[in-house]
Each structure stands twice: as C-alpha cells, then as structure tokens.
C-alpha cells in the first residue's frame, strides 16, 4: 500500500494522473459555478462603468466650484450623492489631494495618501465589498483636484445547484483523464528531467546554466520560458543593482538628513549628510552604532525616548524641534520627523528619521521677538492714534496719541466706551461691513463739551477714524483696531481731495485689464478705455451696438457661446475662466485671458481680459531656447570626449617616450628624438590647456582687455618666424603681407597685444593644420577706421553650411570628417571671443576642396612711435653673480631653477610659502631677484609680494605661476611685480627677463 502512495503522490505521473482525476470530477461542479461566477463578474464590470461615470459626472460638475474653492458649492453636490444607490463614500479632493468636501463630514481637511499616479481616471480598488474609483478634475487641461467615490455591489442569489449528471460526467472524465494522464505523464517526464537538471546547477552555482530541450510541444516551451526566466533574473539583478546606486544618489544628494534603526536602536544605515554630521567620512561607518556613541551622546536619552514611541505605537512623530550637539560642541536646532519601518508583512522592524537644521529659523524667532518689542515701541509713540477693541467692542488698549486726541487716559474708557454703542457708528450698513470683514472709514465733528466721559478738551475738532475688523484666523482677543487722526486743518483742502479723487478714477480707467460689461443677449453695454485701445475699437463702435461674439475668432464661438447660457442657466457648471482668441479692428488675431462672473442681482456678466499674446509667444521662445540650451549640453559632452584624448594624446607620448629615456642602451641621437618628441608633446598638451582655462574665463565674464601700444608689423613678423617651420616641414609655403609695413606709424595701435596675438595665432594654426599643400598667407589692411587682418590658406575648406558654427564653443567634437585633427574646437570660439572684446568682427569666406579665408577686424585707434632699444643676449655678456630668492612650494619645480641658476654662479635662497618668502627678503635686503610660485601654502604669492612691497621697492621680482589664464600678466604687474613668466618655464625667456630687470652685463 505505502508504495502504491508513493506512486501515486511522489511522481509526477501519479500526481499528474491523481490531478486529472481530481479535475475532471470537480469539473461540472465547476462549470455551474462558472455560470453564477461570469453573473457576478458582469455585474461588478456594470457596477465598475457606472461608478466611473457617475465620478466622472462630479468630477465636470466640480472642476468650476474647486477653481472658485466654493466649499459649499461642492459639499452640496457630495450631499446630492446620498440618494445613489449602493453609495458608501464620496468626496471631493484638490490637487494635493486634501478633501474639500465629504459625505462623512470629520473627514473634510485631511489628506488622502492613496491616490493614483497618473492623472487619470482610475479604479482603486474592486472587490465583492466595494468599487473605489478615483477621477481627476482638470480646467484647461490643468489638473485642480480629484473626485473619489465607493459603490456597495448588489449581491445576488446562486441561480441553482449543480446537476446530477455532472457527476456522471465528472466520473467519466476521471477514468479517461486518468488513463491519458499515465500515457503522456511517461512521455513528458522524460523531457523535464533535463530541466530538473538544469535547476541543480543553478542551485549548485552555475547561474549560466540553461535548459536544452528542442522541439514545439509544452516541455520545449517550458524549457524555452525556463530559460528565459533566468535570462530575466540576471538581467534584474544587475537593474537592482543600478537602482540601489541611484537612491544612494539621492540620499546623498538632497541637504536633508536621513536615518534609520533597527528595533534595538542600533543604526542600519544613512545618507552622506547624516555621516559628515556625525563626524563620519562614509554613510557605512555609522552602521552597528547607538546614540550614546555619537558626538550628540548628551541628546541620546531623548532621541531613544522617541524612537521606542515610534516602534511601540506605529504612529509617527512629526516635526519634533529638538537639539543635537556638533561635533564641535556647538547646539543646532533640529526638525526632526520619525516614522515606523515595516517589513512585507506590517511589521515594525525599525525606525526611519529625517531632520533638518532650523538653527537660524529659531533665531529668527528671537528676531521676531524683538521686532515685536520695536513694533510695541511704534505704536505707543506713533503719530496716529490707534484703538484697540476686543470682540464685543470694548476698549482694551491705545496709544498716546489717542490720549492726546481725545484729552483723557484710555484707563477711564477701558469698560466703558463700546464700539457697538457709539452713536456714530449706528449708521445703516456701518456694522454690515464691519462683520463682513470690511473696513469702515468716516469723518466726523466731534464736540468735547458734550461728550460722557471726562476730557481735558473743549470745542469741536474733525476726526478721520478707519476701523478695521480682525478675522478670528488671526487672534480672537482682538476685535476691531481704529485709526485716528485729527483732520481739522485738513478740511480747507476738500477741494483738491475731490480733484485727486477724479485722477484716481482716471487712472483706474485706463490700467492695463480689459474691462467688459455684457448683457444677456452678448451685446457689449460698458467698455473700458484699455479694452478699447486693445481691440482698436473706439467706444462709440462698442457700447450698446456690437455683440462679443463679434471680436471672437469663429473657432472659439460655439463653446463661449454654450457658457454664456450655462452661466445664466446653471452657473455652477459654467467655468469662470479660460483662455479664448480675439480679433482686433485691423484684424489681428490676439490670445487672451478671461475672468467672467455674472454681476449680483442682474442678469449682465463682467469680464475681465487680459492679452496673453506676447506671454505665449515668449513661451514659444523659451522653448525654443531651451532646445538651443539642449544642443549646447550635446556638444559639451562631445568636447569633453576630445578634450580626454587631446589630453591623453600627448600624455601617452610623454610618459612613454619618457619610460624608452630610462634605457641606458639607446643612441643619443635616439635619445635627442624621444626628447623632441616629449618637448611638442607637452607643448601641445599645454596648449590645449590653455585654451580651456581661456574659454572658462570667457564663460564666467571675467576676461579683461588690456589695452597698450602694439607694433602690428613687429607681431606678424614674430608670428611668421614662429610658424615658417612648421609649415616647411608640412611642404607648405608661409607668406606674410602687410600692405602697410612701409609706413611705420601706421603700425603702431593701442589694443589688448596677448589677445591680439592669440587671434592671429589661433587662425594661422588652423590654417597650417588643415593645409596639406599649396600656402597660407597673413596680413592686413586699414578700411574706415578698422585694421582688417586676413588668414588665407588652400586647404580643405568648409561647406558652406557650417561658416557659421565653427564659431560656436566645442563645435570640432560635433562636425564629422574623414579625418582627424588635434585640438578640441575650442581655438575660433576663443578668436571670435577675443575679437568681439576688443570691438571687432570675424568672418569666413570657404569652398570646399580650395581654401579658406578667415577676415577680422579691430578699431584702428593710432598710438606713438615705439622707439626699439636692443636688449644684449645673456650668452654674450658679462653676467653679474645675483642673489636669488626662489619662493616655491613643489619641490621638482624648485630643483629644476635651481640648477639652472647655480650653473651661471648665482647665489640661491629658498623659500617654501609666502610667509618664509617675506621673512627671507627682510633678512636678506641685499636679494637682488625674487622668482615668486603665486599658488603657495600659509601666504600665497601675491600677498607676499605685497608684503615684500611695504620695506623694499627696488628688488626685482617675477612672478611664476602654472595659472595661465590671460589676464594673469596684468594682475602680477598691477600687485607690485616687475614681471610675469608662465610655467611651464621657458629658461631662454627668463634669462632675457632676469637680464632685463637685473641689469646684467654692460
């Protein structure tokens, strides 16, 4: 018997069998359940529809009263739902979800947490209890709240019993299931064997496994689907990976602080704000540590206290003021809210925190509290006499001025002068205003000898006195505060008050809304002057003779028109505002937006029109703008892609030619090359630099102009010796023109010279680089005030398409060419930038395959003859011994001027930061030459040359800086140096410098 069990239910064959059985014999059963199943099925599917049209119905009838937040308006229609058979709840929301209006009214003011994502109608939930459907409210297509209702379905009866011969059928379903499940339970068996497989080796580690089982029949599937499934799994294990990093991210990207606990207080984790507070580099250090570890170990007792409320109750604490001590001892406030952590099942299983420091909010509070000691000081020394009464409109403060007004102390009418009482306040419509939240103002003859309380006044004085009602929102103590002010010389002006009054309405008339008055019938009864100049119309041609609909456009007519009978019909569906097109009398077409509502007591609406034509229209714009903006982003990224190889580059040269210079065997001619090779190598990688820190300078608005005296001709002739080798070893002539060389006068002009020459050098470059025959010739000639300069090359050209992007920042990375060149796009940016700063333009003239012409032009402004005076060579003159102070923080750049200046016999003092360089040169005053590094620790190098400046003007300092943004020169020059070298240092410069500053040789 136990192995007939066995068979039957520990195989597959025996349970598939024994299943079949099972099925076939619950199969009839099951198919009259199956009828009474779709019944029900049918029902709540017409219970779903009905409940979604019947919130779709409210969600339209409430859109108007959530815009005008009319609570009434929307309470009355949830009340109307009472009646809806099956109703259980319905409620109005607004956007954020607080309830506005509700069936169980206790509920109106909270917030609903379980609404839908997307603003879309939506069935919460649907059960055989309840069908919770969720609809959202739009006007203009702009989402203001949602709409929720809970429907009961109706049960219904079984409709019968199952017959008796389902049973036979089920029986004759058992024997013949049974026999085919024992045939193909043998077959199918043998095919999943291969997936059991498969499975122990997954389990066994290999998670490559996969199932081989070919073929078309459910084994093959199985294995396919089997396949596929771990596919997935590691396809969602790496996706679960990137989305932990992403909310590691967030957690350490947003300033708020988050924790969390287990239910032993022990930290679990945090975000990186929370670590640094803690005194931790990394989120993961806190982990395994309680309060009473931490530098806020003084606060733990009550951060605990909280924690086990929050694990032992369930219920958040929220917004807890609290202090934390830093770790350097100081108190912050905090604003702290915990929460329970729950696991799949609901259980608590720890605690989640987050705070924020209101350290200055709470000293902001004590600002307050002074400003209210100011504020107490204003009133009781304020110019204007001010009454303070409760809500029953007893007095029960003033000011020293009333006292003064009225001859008497407020502590005699305390109890007895009431508001409600004052014969001047008994007025019609006076105590209407005052209760419905208006303020009253009037003047009145106040006589002193007839007044019933004690004053040390007599005679008649005129009093301005504005009362004013307080909400209960704001205090209950106080009622009402009066203003009064003694307006007896005042009444001579009455006159003029009346005149201003009249330009007051004036101005009102003619402020920038349109003002409409509209009768049933449309026709424009009363139009304003701004309506007037807006539409072209003059009143004459509006008031009383043309309808609305006339100025609107024909598309916008049949839905204004169906509102404006809905606002007189059923008012609450009407909308109150949207957006509609006008023509004006020229026939322009013009956005506007409309406020309407129907005036009190009539049957007119008012509109109020604003043109919302230039707004839309500067919304195209900032579309528009923020494509451009996208492109930019585009090309940035490509840029930095060229700027990691153009760095790179040259990097691998250096490092490795560098690594061959370590071989004791190579040739020295070998050796000569690898270091010619590393020498252009750095060279371009320092270029490349350079024009990053250009460009970033340019961007940020901090690029100077320099403006001195240049000799043109001097500059292109040095630029033509600089770049005739290179063209010579591409087999390119290099040809220079400058049509007014012979006239010297004319080449000397006062402009930016480094910018200048950054120009032309950044178009010659480009010339030579994209010119592999035939010549690239320079030069200039004056036009109308201007030097216009020309780089013309026979190279490879620009389709015409692209002359004016190759002006644009990073355009090189973005522009696709069989071939490719160095740089990084950044070197016409820079020209154009330089040439717009110095008050010219550039230009290009291409055609592909012949050539290029680049024209520039800058102010032609002339300056004074340079007189040239030779300075002698420092190889052919008679060096003096100097004494130099090297103030230099990097060791290796130390060394290197080191031995160099030592080997022409100088004499060398070192100094390591600013401060050591100051103190040294006050030791030392015989220093003739200080070589100043600007970046250095304790005191950098310009305040040091400062310093140095204020006991010795005539040492001679350079300034040595890796900075190398233009602009750096004059900033050196400027501060007290005499000059300014860039590193990396070329030592043939500053031998030349040194000569020039030092006096060395005859």
Not at 327 to 342: E, F, H, P, Q, W
Not at 473 to 481: A, F, L, R
Not at 732 to 759: G, M, P, R
Not at 938 to 948: C, E, F, L, N, P
């Amino acid at each position: 018997m136990s192995k007939f069990f066995s068979l039957l239910f520990k195989t597959l064959r025996g349970r598939l069998i024994l299943s079949v059985a099972l099925v076939h014999a619950v199969l009839m059963t099951l198919f009259i359940v199956d009828t009474t199943n779709r019944q029900q099925q049918a029902l709540l599917i017409h219970h779903k529809l009905s409940a979604l049209r019947l919130t779709q119905t409210i969600s339209i009838s409430a859109a108007g009263w959530i815009v005008s937040n009319d609570i009434s308006g929307l309470q009355e229609i949830v009340d109307e739902q009472r009646h809806f058979p099956g109703i259980q709840y319905a409620m109005i929301t607004d956007a954020r979800g607080k309830i506005l209006a509700t069936i169980d009214s206790s509920k109106i003011g909270r917030f609903l947490v379980d609404l839908p994502m997307k603003e879309e109608p939506t069935v919460i939930a649907q059960t055989d209890d309840i069908v919770d459907v969720a609809v959202p409210s739009f006007v203009d297509k702009k989402h203001i709240g949602w709409v929720r209702i809970g429907l009961r379905p109706v049960k219904e009866e079984q409709d019968g019993l199952i017959v008796i011969n389902g049973l036979v059928y089920a029986l004759i379903a058992i024997l013949i299931g049974s026999f085919f499940a024992w045939y193909m339970g043998v077959r199918i068996t043998r095919r999943l064997y291969s997936v059991q497989e498969t499975i122990n080796e997954v389990k066994s580690g290999n998670q490559r496994a996969r199932t081989d089982v070919s073929g078309e029949d459910e084994a093959a599937r199985l294995a396919y689907e089997f396949n596929k499934m771990l596919d997935t799994l590691e396809i969602r294990e790496f996706q679960l990976k990137e989305s932990r990093q992403v909310v590691e991210g967030i957690l350490n990207a947003i300033p708020v602080r988050v924790f969390w606990k287990d239910r032993n207080l022990i930290y679990k984790g945090c975000n990186q704000k929370f670590a640094e507070d803690a005194g931790f580099e990394r989120p993961e250090e806190i982990i395994g540590k309680d309060d009473y570890e931490l530098s806020w170990k003084s606060n733990a007792v009550n951060y605990r206290k909280d924690d086990l409320e929050v694990l032992q109750t369930g219920e958040p604490k929220l917004n807890i003021e609290e202090p934390q001590t830093a770790l350097d001892g100081s108190v912050r406030m905090l604003y702290t809210t915990k929460i329970a952590l729950r696991d799949i099942y609901g259980n608590i299983t720890g605690v989640l925190g987050t705070y924020m420091d209101v350290t200055e909010r709470v000293n902001q509070d004590l600002a307050l509290r002074k400003n209210e000691e100011i504020l107490k000081t204003v009133f009781d020394n304020s110019p204007i006499g001010i009454e303070i009464f409760d809500r029953e409109g007893f007095l029960i403060n003033s000011n020293v001025e009333v006292n003064n007004l009225f001859g008497t102390d407020a502590e005699v009418l305390k109890g007895i002068y009431n508001l409600r009482t004052d014969p001047n306040y008994q007025s019609d419509g006076v105590w209407g205003k005052l209760d419905q939240g208006q303020e009253v103002r009037m003047e009145l003859a106040l006589d002193f000898d007839f007044v019933n309380y004690p004053t040390k006044k007599t005679g008649v004085v005129y009093l301005d006195i504005v009362t004013k009602p307080i909400p209960e929102s704001v205090t209950k103590e106080i009622g009402y505060i009066t203003q009064v002010m003694d307006i007896t010389s005042r009444k001579d002006s009455e006159k003029a008050i009346v005149e201003n009054e009249m330009k007051y309405r004036a101005l009102f008339e003619n402020t920038g809304t349109s003002v409409l008055i509209i009768d049933e019938d449309a026709t424009i009864s009363l139009a304003n002057a701004e309506f007037s100049r807006r539409s072209g119309y003059s009143r004459e041609e509006i008031e009383g003779k043309i309808k609305w609909t006339s100025i609107v456009d024909a598309q916008d007519i049949p839905w204004m028109v169906e509102q404006h009978l809905l606002r007189r019909q059923n008012p609450e569906y009407a909308k109150s505002s949207y957006q509609f097109h006008y023509l004006t009398k020229a026939g322009e077409l013009r956005n506007a937006l409309i406020n309407i509502d129907m005036m009190p007591n009539t049957t007119q609406s008012i509109a109020s029109m604003i043109d919302i034509t230039d707004r839309i229209r500067a919304e195209k714009e900032l579309i528009v703008a923020k494509e451009k903006a996208e492109e930019n982003d585009r090309l940035k990224s490509a840029f930095l892609a060229n700027v990691s190889h153009e760095i790179r580059t040259p990097m691998n040269s250096i490092l490795g030619f560098s690594e061959l210079l370590k071989d004791e065997n190579q040739s020295k001619e070998d050796k000569q090359k690898y270091i010619s090779i590393i020498e252009k190598s750095g060279e371009r990688m320092l270029n490349v630099i350079n024009n990053i820190l250009n460009i970033s300078k340019l961007e940020a608005n901090q690029m100077d102009v320099s403006i001195s005296e240049v000799d043109i001709n001097e500059q292109i002739d040095y630029l033509c010796s600089l770049f005739a080798a290179e063209a010579q070893a591409k087999g390119v002539s290099f040809l220079c023109h400058c049509k007014e060389k012979q006239i010297s006068h004319n080449s000397i002009i006062k402009t930016d010279k480094e910018k200048l020459y950054a120009i032309l050098s950044n178009l010659i470059k480009n010339a030579i680089k994209y010119t592999d025959r035939g010549t690239v010739s320079c030069g200039y000639v004056t036009k109308d005030g201007y030097l216009e300069f020309y780089v013309k090359d026979t190279g490879i050209g620009i389709p015409s398409d692209r002359l004016r992007a190759i002006f644009e920042r990073f355009v090189q990375a973005d522009v696709a060419d069989k071939r490719a060149f160095q740089g990084v796009g950044l070197g016409l940016s820079i020209a154009k930038e330089y040439v717009e700063l110095l008050g010219g333009r550039i230009w290009v003239e291409s055609e592909v395959n012949k050539g290029s012409i680049f024209f520039f032009t800058i102010p032609f402004e002339p300056g004074n003859i340079i007189s040239k005076v030779k300075i002698k060579s420092a190889k052919n003159n008679n060096p003096m011994k100097l004494k130099i102070l090297i103030a230099e923080d990097d060791d290796a750049s130390d060394l290197m001027l080191t031995l160099k200046l030592k080997k022409l016999g100088h004499e060398i003092f070192h100094a390591t930061n600013g401060q050591e360089a100051v103190e040294v040169c006050r030791a030392n005053p015989s220093i003739n030459l200080v070589l100043m590094d600007i970046k250095m620790p304790v005191m950098d190098g310009y305040d040091a040359v400062r310093q140095i400046r204020k006991f010795n003007s005539e040492v001679a300092i350079i300034a040595q800086t890796a900075y190398g943004l233009t602009g750096e020169k004059e900033k050196a020059i400027q501060i007290g140096c005499n000059d300014y070298i860039p590193k990396p240092i070329n030592y043939s410069l500053l031998m030349m410098l040194i000569q020039k500053h030092c006096q060395m040789g005859e």
